[in-house]
């Protein structure tokens, strides 16, 4: 949910789905509100780690998409805040 931008609101817990690819790693099936913003996004991939102890269970997503002029200019807005990210030299 958080690697389409959306947190935990406007894509519900049930439209994402963990299941077993042919090769045995996990690879997430998206639904409903989560299949049409990763198409509106542009994500082609999505990768993901599992990982579990007794009495709790993670998962960390990335997804990934081309490397597009509008994406850039939206990740430096998110990761730099006024969308201008400091420059190296």
Known sequence: MK???TGFRGVGW???EVVRAPSGAPSPRLHGRARRRAERLGVTEIAISLSHSRGFAMVVAV???PDTPEFLEAARATLWGDGVAPRAG
Request: hydrophobic share 45%; glycine share 12%.
């Open 3 to 5: 690697s389409l931008g």
């Open 14 to 16: 049930r439209d994402v």
């Open 63 to 65: 997804a990934v998409r």
